[in-house]
């Protein structure tokens, strides 16, 4: 059991080969444009994308803010091989269906031609990925500390009327994480820490996975910078402050 976490995307214009089918004003590069409220939508209700890594090997697959059901003769693989005309006869991998966000470590030795192939005939609209990552998962040798903070913010839009009465409109809804981590040793805060917050540079949204042993993840921004506080020799502590990216409104 321990957090894990995604800091960038193999996905990009160069990678990205082909998808069975887009809608204009949700084209396929939403997939990585790091907005999981603007998304690639298909124009069915099945279809696929096409990578080439080159390269690169990912061993971690994400889906956040997705439309998927999950529901009936519902279907999610991954296939990888050396070319892409090889691609059809590989041997696909399973990915279980999780609602709004799906992560999955990647099984099967990777190889340089992916395909994503997805099904869900039970839903009611056309299928929709807000954010899709190809990469590596990291992970601290020093997990965060129990207990951690873990909430729901709700932005909310407020009129208060000249008899003090409210009129609220919630505009959107969002987890929040607060993540304690102490007993990191000096080498591990260089290696590991630092290279955490230097990977997201600042800015950057990053898939978080609270317990890998379990299915929820987040699309999230860290909000604090590096902060850390000797303890005692080669002792230190630091702390994440979470806030997952706004997901916008569900396409109908």
Known sequence: ???????????????????????????????????QSMPWRMELKSGYAIFDFGSERPTFFAFMN???????????TLKTAATEGALVASSPESITWHKQNI???????????????VADPDNTANLEFGEIVFDIAGAFTMNYWWPYKEGLEYVLEENVTQYGHRHIAKKAVRKTFGLDFEGVTDANLVSEVQAFFEGFDGK???????????????????????E???????NNKFSLKLEEQSRGISLL
């Open 1 to 35: 059991m321990g957090m894990k976490y995604s800091l960038g995307n193999y996905i990009n214009s160069n990678t990205l080969s082909s998808v069975s089918s887009e809608q204009t004003i949700y084209p396929k590069e939403n997939m990585y444009n790091r907005r």
């Open 66 to 76: 997705h439309n998927l059901f999950g529901t009936g003769a519902f279907s999610l």
């Open 103 to 117: 992560w999955h470590a990647i099984a099967m030795t990777p190889n340089r031609w992916w395909r994503i192939d």
């Open 204 to 226: 950057n949204p990053l898939v978080f996975i609270p317990d890998s042993e379990k299915v929820d993840s987040w699309y999230v921004y860290c909000l604090n910078s590096l």
């Open 228 to 234: 850390a506080s000797r303890v005692f020799m080669d």
